[in-house]
């Protein structure tokens, strides 16, 4: 079955909000075996509205409408549906409760009546009630079509509710009522660090044509510091899905080794951690910043149970604080400056020593945009302070954005020193 996804809202249009409602809403379809062939995004208009209708009608079994139901001027996603398919409105008083479930006191008639608006939905519609919200959504069959229309609150946590506990379920039912034999889809995401999208493909060009003999795609999207490869496998039957996912899972990973980290939505630094509780030792971490100004410690700390490894950081971003809170010699960063391999070096060695950590990641370099400094824009140096002392020094030069360079070396230094200790291990 093909399915269209609209979403509504001039704010997403004028790019004030990211569309997260149509990712949401494919991902939920695709587990359980629709791809969605249209995702379209609309104004509030109630003519763009009902032309993004007529055309989804035209190329898909089922659509999903996200937005426009509350009780203001701009909601106008019941009267756009009703009129494309030559219906009324008509009021439920069921769905009054609903409406008006967040009236804690007496109202007047006139905002009675503009929050009743939600009360009202297209005839030979069934509605589908809230449990969150106030806006009511509603499904209508189109029996000469066989087709069939959801239509739900685009607020993402109402959205997301209706999604989980009704739409899904009915679509469900649908494919059951239908015995098809309907395409399985399953995906998985593998994470990569440390490399570029252009390198990956290199590595894995012989991989895209046995994953397309199992009817396997690969994906390949990059955003700072991190490479997203997406598997997606189609099949009639799901154990099928399910074998040839993992096959061309552990090509890649095999292809990949030490960049890749994690899958799906996980952090470095939850790689880091499961690395560090996974160790015989009881090992500890520390850090000493000064490009980053914290964003690793805080990328660590971000995880739970990191008390348990991570014993702290000293952000040292002047060359005071290098010099008092560090202490390196005031002669060696006259002679080599902050941002030099002898410097990281000191700045790792000194942080494990101070915090008595196993291990010590420290960072130093230039995150732009000085004008008078834009040949070294990206520069930097990572160093990490091994149990015996011994440091290993990285020299990197980053792109993008002064945040992007940040995020980007932040990253970097973690997966390495996460590198570190796997080998020691």
Not at 47 to 54: E, G, P, V
Not at 340 to 347: D, E, G, T
Not at 373 to 399: H, R, Y
Request: with cysteine.
């Amino acid at each position: 079955m093909k399915t269209s996804i609209i979403c509504i809202g001039s704010e997403i249009n004028l790019g004030l909000i990211t569309n997260t409602n149509a990712t949401y809403i494919a991902q939920k379809l695709s587990e359980i075996g629709i791809e969605s062939n249209i995702i379209i995004s609309v104004k509030d208009l109630k003519d763009d509205i009902k032309n993004a209708i007529d055309f989804c009608m035209d190329h898909s079994d089922i659509i999903v409408l996200s937005g426009g139901l509350g009780p203001t001027e701009d909601d106008i996603t019941r009267e756009a549906v009703a009129e494309v398919f030559d219906l009324k409105l008509i009021k439920n008083d069921f769905l009054d409760n609903t409406s008006l479930r967040f009236i804690r006191k007496d109202i007047n008639n006139k905002l009675r009546k503009k929050l009743l608006k939600q009360s009202y939905i297209p005839e030979s519609s069934q509605p589908i009630i809230p449990n969150i919200g106030s806006a009511s959504g509603f499904e209508i069959f189109l029996g000469k079509k066989n087709k069939w229309l959801f239509s739900i609150p685009g607020v993402p946590k109402e959205m997301k509710d209706m999604i989980d506990n009704n739409v899904i379920k009915r679509i469900m039912d649908i494919l059951e009522s239908r015995k098809e034999n309907n395409e399985k889809i399953l995906k998985k995401v593998l994470l990569t660090t440390g490399i570029s999208e252009s390198e990956i493909e290199e590595k894995i060009s012989d991989i895209y044509g046995i994953a397309a003999k199992l009817d396997v795609e690969i994906g390949i999207t990059a955003s700072p510091g991190i490479i997203r490869l997406i598997i997606v496998s189609k099949s009639l039957s799901d154990e099928a899905n399910i074998e040839n996912v993992s096959k061309i899972r552990s090509m890649l990973v095999e292809r990949l080794d030490e960049f890749f980290y994690g899958e799906e939505n996980m952090l470095i630094s939850e790689s880091l951690r499961d690395t560090l509780l996974k160790s015989k030792k009881k090992l500890s971490i520390s850090a000493a910043e000064s490009m980053t100004g914290g964003l690793i410690s805080q990328m660590i700390t971000d995880v739970p149970g990191s008390s348990q490894y991570f014993k702290g950081s000293i952000i040292s971003y002047s060359d005071f604080s290098k010099i008092k809170l560090l202490g390196i010699e005031e002669k060696i960063l006259k002679k080599y400056g902050a941002v030099s391999a002898q410097v990281c070096r000191k700045m790792a060695l000194n942080a494990k020593n101070i915090f008595n950590s196993d291990y010590s990641v420290s960072i130093s370099g230039f995150a732009g945009p000085e004008a008078d400094n834009i040949d070294n824009i990206g520069l930097t140096f990572i160093a990490i302070a091994m149990p015996d002392e011994s440091i290993k020094v990285f020299k990197l030069k980053f792109i993008g954005t002064r945040a992007e360079i940040k995020y980007r070396a932040s990253q970097f230094a973690l997966n390495k020193l996460r590198l570190q200790i796997q080998k020691s291990n």
